[in-house]
């Protein structure tokens, strides 16, 4: 059946060209997108056109016409002109102990930059920024544009979850790609990750694209194709856009899970913490600033953000952005003046710690992220479908570095887990994320391996 059997359109038709490998108009797709949004189209119907996707593919040219219909399928973020080139983001393509959005967006608003991060959940072995915000008690992140807009002028930043009045043909979309095995068709992902930014009305988005054991891409050649999508759609959409690529083989920083990264990211924006994560929000944030005009070089750009961190005024954003979305402001004094344990007391803390020490002699070769991130998802810190509660206390802690060298019997990694408990079988699978090997202590190399940006035409 047909949605609107008086349109020119056929649905059946539309999906059979898809499927023979054809070319859509722009008006077929906008159809698609249309009838998609207005809720006329069965689900068996959008199941059937994004396996067509995801098997036949889309020309660039189809590729950038699906990502405009779906930014457009609502309500497109309007800003003062005041703000003309101001308006940046950054979008990450997900891996373990990411918690850069969370130092980011408020070391860039004290730069004077407008920050309107529309983030996401955690699905699968990623942490998501929403999910490690929500530990905070009264954070919302259920924001409405016009209260985006005042927090904006307020504070420079805010980060909040996708409304129904943005992009909700990617809403219906995202959550059918995962059941019908689409998720990583690039054209969807394209349309599905700039759609929300061509929403924002950005000037200027980076994309962390992650790459290593720990990410959705292991290698940088499989990484490319979907930067490289990325980049050509956003810049002809309007949004200067640059992809850096990063390691993701160990996890960032020294701590995973919710309410820890939310400590971690604490120490980041106090001008501590580990030096990795340093990295990524400084050069992130340094190539956003150049992007906007803001400074003449990336590593001018670096250098400010670096100064943001060091001098306070990023941390003073930060608690800012947590009282404008409904943090109390005692609490918000607490995590951002507080000692460790006053932090602690108001994220709260795990009922168990357990410390794994290590089985032998040797350099700590390598840290590898996805088990630690395995065993976490059984723990509960993660969830297996849309909407599922999570234990935002569950995570772990990094006792030692890659690099350095330790002894038989040293903790190297401590757990916070309630109910389940730890198993054996979560002991072993632990033990086998570090690799020890008989080398000389070394400084490991940059997270940062490579920097793509829009070709000249």
């Known amino acids: 059946m047909d949605p609107n059997p008086n349109s020119r359109f056929s649905m059946p038709e539309i999906i059979r060209k898809k499927r023979d490998g054809e070319k859509l108009n722009h008006e077929e797709i906008r159809y698609f997108v249309k009838a998609l949004t207005r809720g006329e189209l069965q689900d068996g119907q959008i199941g059937a056109m994004l396996m ?60 004077g930059c407008k920050v309107p991060m529309i983030s996401g959940r955690g699905l699968g072995h990623t942490g998501g920024t929403l999910d490690k915000l929500e530990s905070i008690p009264g954070f919302s992140v259920s924001q409405s544009p016009e209260q985006m807009k005042m927090i904006l002028e307020k504070v420079g930043c805010c980060i909040v979850e996708q409304s129904q009045e943005l992009v909700p043909a990617d809403k219906i979309l995202y959550a059918l790609r995962d059941v019908t095995a689409t998720v990583d068709s690039l054209p969807l ?94 050069t992130l944030g340094g190539t956003l600033l150049w992007q906007c005009g803001r ?35 005692h609490v918000a004094q607490a995590l951002c003046n507080g000692t460790e344990e006053q932090r602690l007391q108001v994220l709260g803390k795990a009922q168990v710690q357990e410390e794994l020490v290590t089985e032998g002699d040797g350099t700590v070769q390598q840290i590898l992220a996805l088990p630690i991130a395995q065993v976490l998802h059984a723990l509960g810190a993660g969830r297996t479908q849309e909407g599922q509660r999570i234990n935002l206390r569950v995570g772990a802690e990094l006792l030692v570095s890659v690099g350095q060298r330790v002894r038989k019997g040293t903790p190297w990694i401590r757990i916070h887990y309630e109910i389940p408990a730890l198993s ?13 090997k008989d080398v000389e202590p070394f400084v490991p190399g940059l997270k940062v391996i490579k920097t793509l940006s829009p070709s000249k035409p």
Request: charged share 20%.
């Open 295 to 329: 400074v003449p070089s990336v590593s001018e750009g670096t250098a400010h953000i670096a100064g943001a961190l060091d001098h306070g005024s990023a941390l003073g954003a930060f608690q800012g952005m947590l009282q404008a979305q409904g943090v109390a402001p």
């Open 189 to 282: 992902s394209t349309g599905s990750i700039l759609g929300k930014k061509v929403a924002e009305n950005l000037t200027a988005l980076v994309l962390d694209v992650k790459i290593g054991s720990g990410a959705f891409y292991r290698t940088l050649e499989s990484a490319q194709q979907l930067a490289e999508s990325l980049v050509s759609v956003g810049t002809q959409l309007g949004i200067n856009t640059i992809a850096v690529f990063s390691k993701m083989d160990s996890p960032l920083g020294h701590r995973v899970g919710n309410s820890l990264e939310v400590l971690e990211s604490l120490e980041c924006l106090e001008g501590r913490g580990p030096q990795d994560l340093r990295e990524l929000v400084t």
């Open 424 to 436: 054996d079988i979560n002991r072993r699978t632990l033990q086998g994320a570090l690799i020890l």
């Open 52 to 111: 067509a996707i995801r098997l036949k593919g889309m020309d660039p040219e189809e590729t950038l016409v699906l990502t405009q219909e779906m930014a457009t399928s609502g309500k497109v973020l309007e800003w003062p002109e005041k703000w003309r080139g101001l308006l940046v983001d950054k979008h990450s393509t997900g891996g373990v102990g990411d918690k850069v959005s969370l130092p980011l967006a408020p070391a860039l608003a004290a730069c």
